[in-house]
């Protein structure tokens, strides 16, 4: 297995601002592949973890399917932008 769990980002943004929107937790469970990751915000920070597990290096094609929803729900990240407003 090829577990990785981090926090990607932990950032501090203006006290002038607030988050309007950001996107929703994934979770993508699997036998083989699985991916959990999301925002959470307190104050003014803004923080990314995630936990993504790829437990081969080569997959068979019936593995296919479950790899590649983790994979996706994991770049879904870098797509779908944080929004912030003006306080």
Same mark, same amino acid.
């Given at each position: 297995?090829?577990? *990785?769990?981090?926090? @990607?980002?932990?950032?501090?943004?203006? +006290?002038?601002?607030? !988050?309007?929107?950001?996107?929703?937790?994934?979770?993508? %469970?699997?036998? #083989?592949?699985?991916?959990?990751?999301?925002?959470? /915000?307190?104050?003014?920070? &803004? @923080? &990314? +973890?995630?936990?993504? *597990?790829?437990?081969?290096? @080569?997959?068979d094609?019936?593995?296919?399917?479950?790899?590649?929803?983790?994979?996706?729900?994991?770049? /879904?990240? *870098?797509?779908? %932008? #944080? !929004?912030?407003? #003006?306080?």
């Amino acid at each position: 297995m090829f577990p *990785v769990g981090r926090i @990607i980002g932990n950032r501090d943004f203006a +006290s002038g601002y607030s !988050i309007y929107s950001k996107p929703g937790t994934k979770k993508k %469970p699997g036998e #083989v592949c699985s991916f959990e990751g999301g925002y959470t /915000s307190g104050g003014e920070q &803004l @923080i &990314l +973890s995630e936990k993504a *597990v790829f437990g081969k290096r @080569i997959y068979d094609a019936k593995d296919w399917t479950e790899f590649r929803d983790a994979v996706n729900a994991q770049l /879904s990240f *870098v797509e779908e %932008p #944080v !929004i912030f407003q #003006v306080k």
